[in-house]
């Protein structure tokens, strides 16, 4: 009688077990399930129960949001993002009719950079695996993946700074700092991911705010490749604790951003729940933030904390965010919600607007996908045009003396000439150069037995044979979706 047990647990699904009987532990198929719902009364029957019950091809635009198998959506986001980047640091953050910052340097300045990471994050998770993950013995190739991913995107900041100098802090350095610790992360589940992400916003702040009052190295916040063979632990702190980006704070993004890709992202109720969560998180993250400030004693705990602190010093770290870093004088600067101040307010701010636009993206894109076609192409290849972006900041003749107008015509060129190269690129590839570069070396030194056969079609049918067909030609077939 055990032996027939035994042999027919094998065989059965878990949900026709024989009575006292339970099924083995470890990696189980998906099953499906009745959701309760039917034409006359026949059941229906799901692979996954994990968002409603209704199947995903039956939501509103839940064809138009896909793309050669992936969400439109994310490569928007990330479009926005570069624009954003592309604002501050191009235009004058200060309206002089106005006396104050102006409205777009307070929507973009700190939330379009933390919208990039955490895009980042979202784009790591889908790449391994997405909702489902990966399999235990898949995650060794896919960390030195990433690992290699991380040494290149550092390589190609490094030489950014050396050959271009830019005129802002480059953001890559940092970047690939994030994607070697989130090779630490893959095998870990969503709740998990979001319990880190809290603890870094936490414990970050105030990690940095000791290391600040030490100043136990010299800070390189542009790092060139000499750097690393002269000066190691002065670049490591930099891009840790005391840097433009720091990790310590802004792996939270990350985090955030893997736990995001762990979702359902293709259905209307996660999307929807992105939106308003993000919403929630943002506005709570400036009430609390204001509350400390203007009702818990954390104005005049600023105010008072050095002789040289003004009035209208503390309201420009409560707008603005600091020149430099915020001031170790006394623990209620840490408080504040400004733009780059990585406090858990500010942290907190950032996070909620970045799921929030996130969010909305998806849900546009379910009615209007056509018409942003433009952002998605420049979004699909956000390294490369970053790059060019700096390089843009180099040669053209702007600076601290430039007119507003000077500064709004270099705006302009960036975004138009972004829109028409990357539309035109999409046209013939789905990657951009620097994105093919990273992706196909990391996998091919990850596995050097790889055969590539998407190379070898490329080699023999062209240019779209290797990237695919245009950006517009979506194919949205259930089933076959990739996350």
């Not at 700074?161 to 090779?183: E, G, M, R, T």
């Not at 509350?291 to 105010?303: I, K, R």
Request: aromatic share 10%.
């Amino acid at each position: 009688m055990t032996s027939h047990l035994e042999e027919k647990q094998v065989r059965v699904l878990e949900g026709d077990l024989p009575v006292d009987v339970r099924p083995h532990s470890g990696w189980s198929e998906e099953r499906s399930v009745w959701t309760g719902h039917g034409d006359e009364a026949q059941p229906i029957k799901f692979g996954t129960t994990a968002v409603g019950t209704y199947r995903a091809e039956e939501e509103y635009g839940a064809e138009r949001q896909w793309s050669k198998g992936r969400i439109i959506g994310i490569n928007v986001a990330r479009g926005l993002a570069l624009f954003g980047m592309f604002s501050v640091h191009t235009l004058d953050p200060w309206n002089e009719e106005a006396e104050r910052v102006t409205v777009l340097w307070m929507m973009t300045a700190g939330n379009a950079a933390a919208l990039f990471a955490v895009l980042a994050g979202v784009g790591i998770a889908l790449s391994t695996g997405g909702s489902k993950g990966l399999r235990p013995e898949r995650r060794i190739n896919a960390r030195v993946q990433l690992f290699v991913r991380a040494l290149l995107i550092l390589f190609i900041g490094l030489l950014s700074n050396l050959w271009l100098d830019p005129p802002v802090f480059n953001i890559l350095p940092y970047y690939a700092v994030l994607f070697l610790l989130a090779s630490l992360f893959l095998g870990v589940r969503k709740r998990t991911l979001c319990t880190w992400a809290l603890l870094m916003m936490l414990a970050g702040p105030i990690a940095q705010y000791f290391v600040r009052s030490a100043e136990p190295y010299e800070r390189i916040l542009s790092p060139v490749p000499a750097d690393l063979i002269s000066n190691p632990a002065d670049v490591l702190g930099t891009l840790l604790f005391t840097g433009t980006y720091p990790v310590t704070t802004w792996s939270a993004y990350m985090l955030v951003g893997l736990a995001l890709g762990r979702m359902q992202l293709n259905r209307i109720q996660v999307q929807l729940g992105l939106f308003g969560f993000g919403a929630f998180a943002a506005v709570s993250g400036w009430l609390m933030s204001r509350m400390a400030v203007n009702f818990l004693g954390g104005y005049e705990g600023m105010l008072y904390s050095e002789v040289r602190i003004t009035q209208e010093m503390v309201e420009a770290f409560l707008t603005e965010g600091p020149d430099e870093d915020l001031p170790t004088s006394s623990f209620w600067w840490l408080t504040v919600a400004g733009p780059h101040t990585n406090t858990f307010f500010s942290l907190l701010l950032s996070t909620g607007v970045a799921v929030s636009v996130l969010g909305a993206t998806f849900l546009i894109c379910r009615v209007f996908p056509r018409l942003l076609w433009p952002l998605a192409a420049a979004g699909s290849m956000t390294l490369t045009l970053y790059v060019c972006h700096m390089a843009f900041l180099h040669f053209y003749a702007i600076g601290d003396y430039s007119t507003d107008q000077e500064l709004n015509l270099a705006l302009a060129i960036q975004i138009l000439g972004v829109l028409i190269i990357s539309g035109l690129w999409s046209l013939l590839f789905r990657r951009g150069p620097l994105e093919w570069l990273v992706g196909e070396l990391s996998k091919r030194i990850a596995d050097p037995r790889r055969k590539s056969a998407e190379t070898g079609g490329a080699l023999k049918s062209g240019s779209r044979g290797m990237t695919g067909s245009g950006w517009w030609r979506h194919r949205a077939v259930s089933g076959r979706h990739r996350m």
